[in-house]
């Protein structure tokens, strides 16, 4: 399944990404392939996530990367990796790079900063790095052996993305999230690379995660945007949003912060990866368009022969109703007009499309099964109806909500 990036391959191998920046001196012009290249020949090439490093690294080694600093998330059904590479500096080709594997029962996170510190070698089933990941450093002087200082490999090559408090905010928000008695500080410059849940953690709780935008928090953009209603009493305003513009956001004098889920998402993927399952089935996409905090997320299998004709179609030139992204976009940008009240109408549709999904997954995946089992052909036919099913019966849904959301507050747009 290929997108603006590719997102998993047909042995459940998926990809995340998030840009993380680099020195500017490491950036090389003498490499071709760049960042959305890299993760599409490593998907074309890889069954695992150990597989898709090597990968990366003989590619990177005979044709030069050419991008900024990037995370790749890369999931198997059996391991999860995190990748982050930078270039090896101008006119040169190659890549530096470190991995470090995320524990079987723990979680991580990327938010655009660097994460990967002090990197143990002699221990290859948490760690990996490019053959030059010590040398390249003393050669630019980044750090040196003789100086006794132990190396960290995101000081080293992208020292500046630890200061960015909108990196470590979000960083310290999921950490808190899905451990919160770890009582981790907001303010801190560095988190655990990985930590272990308080309990078990479900595609619905990571989507509530995407969807963050630091309520109950100090960092809560919103918390002071409060009005007296009609009876009196006092209450947030019902045109209090946290995806303020920035001439808003000084109208209110408000510090804007970097949530988590963010209105300038184009598509946000959630992907399953389970070895119990042939890949055609455990193998699962929940793919949503535009914010996370008002598009409902629906399941695609990796089985599917076929997108359906609405998700295929590039919208961002031009407004056409035969574009998906375009019905959930149109509600996203309709809900801040009054944000408190319609975010609520919004949220009752797409819960009752995401619960129906979750709720129905185990009895399909059990029909599936059982017809792969006899015709593996016909399995990936009702796969591709299944996820199309489901998919256009939420375009259909949000192409009707923006017009009741027209209807509905007109009178106060």
């Not at 590479?85 to 470090?100: E, F, N, R």
């Not at 999904?357 to 792969?372: N, P, S």
Request: glycine share 6%.
């Amino acid at each position: 399944l290929n997108a603006a990036y590719p997102i998993m391959n047909e042995h459940q191998l998926a990809i995340g990404e998030t840009t993380i920046g680099s020195r500017r001196e490491l950036v090389s012009d003498a490499g071709i392939i760049d960042a959305p290249e890299l993760y599409r020949l490593v998907l074309e090439r890889a069954r695992t996530a150990r597989e898709a490093i090597r990968v990366a690294d003989e590619l990177t080694k005979a044709y030069g990367y050419n991008d900024w600093g990037e995370c790749f998330t890369f999931a198997d059904p059996k391991e999860v990796w995190h990748f982050e590479i930078h270039g090896p500096g101008k006119g040169k080709t190659g890549a530096v790079w470190a991995a470090q594997r995320v524990p079987d029962d723990e979680i991580g996170v990327s938010a655009n900063a660097g994460r990967i510190r002090r990197i143990d070698l002699s221990k290859p089933d948490f760690f990996m790095a490019s053959a030059n990941v010590f040398a390249l450093a003393e050669e630019m002087g980044y750090w040196s052996e003789a100086g006794g200082e132990p190396f960290e490999f995101c000081y080293a090559y992208n020292p500046d993305s630890r200061n960015s408090i909108y990196c470590r905010r979000r960083e310290w928000r999921v950490l808190s999230l899905l451990a919160p008695s770890l009582r981790l500080h907001p303010e801190s410059e560095n988190y655990p690379f990985s930590v272990k849940p308080d309990k078990k953690v479900s595609v619905a709780d990571v989507l509530a995660i995407f969807r963050d935008t630091y309520g109950g928090t100090d960092y809560d953009m919103t918390r002071t945007l409060m009005a007296v209603n009609r009876k009196g009493e006092l209450i947030k305003s019902p045109v209090a949003t946290p995806f303020m513009n920035a001439d808003t956001l000084a109208l209110f004098r408000i510090k804007r912060e970097r949530t988590i889920c963010s209105p300038a998402a184009t598509y946000l993927q959630i992907t399953q990866s389970r070895e119990w399952l042939p890949g055609p089935i455990g193998g699962i996409v929940w793919l949503g368009y535009d914010n996370p905090a008002t598009t409902p997320h629906v399941p695609f299998y990796i089985g599917i022969s076929e997108m359906p004709a609405s998700y295929m179609v590039d919208g961002r030139r031009a407004f056409s109703r035969d574009c998906a992204w375009w019905a959930f976009r149109t509600v996203s940008r309709l809900a801040n007009f009054r944000y408190q009240v319609m975010s609520q109408d919004i949220a009752a549709v797409w819960k009752a499309i995401e619960d129906k999904a979750f709720a129905g997954q185990g009895t399909f995946e059990e029909q599936a099964l059982a017809l792969w089992k006899k015709d593996p052909n016909k399995a990936r036919e009702l796969l591709t109806s299944y996820s199309h099913g489901l998919a256009n019966e939420a375009v259909a849904a949000y192409w009707k909500l923006g017009e009741d959301l027209w209807l509905k507050y007109s009178g106060v747009f």
